[in-house]
């Protein structure tokens, strides 16, 4: 089936570790997003890539790190710099051609510090 | 101003209600528009597109009023299964990132 997988769905951290988040997607789009959740509220854009070996920084993308070496994945690493990271973190991606530019989205991933 | 808002909600209606949702933007560029259902826990997914000729989907009406800068979703005889969060979602062009609301959380009571 064609989509968005993100992995680990739920994760846990132990105050000052690196964790790595993966997100793959098979649909062929070009541009891939991650965004964080927090209880409540709306959906903020950490990075963005919309080609291969480029990224954007989005709007909270402090403490955070990603790379995009292939078109269809776009892992995000949560660093020890990042001081409030329980979240929930959304991959998603679009086709840029869309018209309107489309976004669809991962199942998401429940990272809990402890 | 924020650049997407939305009246947060809750809407607690019943069912078979008609129930109304407005969203405003600020850029006048902006160009396409959206909204998307998100489940508690779950990732938003597309709902519809918002055209400017208005358009509808079954139970569900989406209009685009460019000159004041917001857009509508009308959802008609409610249901149970619409109790779910409402995103407003802004494209402001030239492959920029979409712009998300926080979203208008609607409960459909029995």
């Known amino acids: 089936d064609g989509g968005i997988t993100q992995s680990p769905k739920y994760l846990f951290r132990k105050e000052g570790q690196n964790v790595t988040l993966s997100c793959e997607q098979n649909l062929n789009h070009d541009a891939m997003y991650w965004y964080r959740q927090d209880p409540g509220q709306g959906l903020r854009l950490i990075y963005y890539s919309q080609i291969v070996n480029d990224f954007q920084k989005g709007d909270i993308a402090e403490g955070y790190s990603v790379s995009r070496e292939k078109k269809e994945s776009f892992p995000l690493t949560v660093t020890s710099a990042q001081k409030n990271p329980t979240a929930f973190y959304l991959c998603a991606s679009s086709p840029l051609r869309d018209s309107g530019n489309t976004i669809y989205f991962g199942e998401g991933s429940w990272l809990t510090v402890v | ?110």
């Open chain 2, 1 to 110: 101003r924020k650049e997407v808002e939305q009246d947060p909600g809750p809407f607690n209606v019943p069912e078979g209600a008609t129930v109304a949702f407005n969203c405003t933007y600020s850029n006048s560029a902006s160009q396409s528009f959206f909204w998307y259902r998100q489940d508690c826990r779950k990732e938003p997914k597309l709902l519809m597109s918002v055209y400017s000729s208005g358009n509808e989907d079954g139970r569900f009406t989406a209009q685009l009023n460019r000159a004041s800068q917001y857009i509508s979703l009308l959802i008609r005889d409610s249901k149970l299964s619409d109790s779910a969060t409402y995103l407003c979602v802004v494209n402001r062009g030239g492959n920029t990132p979409l712009v998300f609301g926080k979203g208008t959380r609607l409960s459909v009571i029995a």
